[in-house]
Nanobody, 123 residues
Framework: VQLQASGGGLAQAGASLRLSCATS????????VGWFRQAPGKEREFVAA????????NYADSVKGRFTISRDYGKNTVYLQMNNLKPDDTAVYYC?????????????????WGQGTLVTVSS
């Protein structure tokens, strides 16, 4: 199972970016797919997740109202639309998958992770 995260970059505060998480050799069917982020010197933290079949979503309080997670069945891809970016959003963003919403919100390294994409927000 390979997850490929992309879409990071440099943005000014208040701007938007969209991250993508695509899979190869695996279908997201039946999974929950989520995003975590890790800022320098900090632990990796949950950002958002979506169940592939039902489309149920969950967000960290710090991103509610600004970030939107969605999925594209045809492209087997999950997106994280990030609006009104803040300098505190600066981090490496990782996508991951697990079997349920409860499981994916837990921080575990022993499951598939994408390679990470860097988001830098300047003030």
């Amino acid at each position: 199972v390979q997850l490929q995260a992309s879409g990071g970059g440099l943005a000014q505060a208040g701007a938007s970016l969209r991250l993508s998480c695509a899979t190869s050799g695996w279908s997201f069917s039946g999974d929950a797919v989520g995003w975590f982020r890790q800022a320098p010197g900090k632990e990796r933290e949950f950002v958002a997740a979506i169940t592939w079949s039902g489309g149920f979503t969950n967000y960290a309080d710090s991103v509610k109202g600004r970030f939107t997670i969605s999925r594209d069945y045809g492209k087997n891809t999950v997106y994280l639309q990030m609006n009104n970016l803040k300098p505190d959003d600066t981090a490496v963003y990782y996508c991951t998958r697990d079997t349920s919403m409860i499981n994916i919100k837990a921080m575990r390294l022993n499951r598939p992770w994408g390679q990470g994409t860097l988001v830098t927000v300047s003030s």
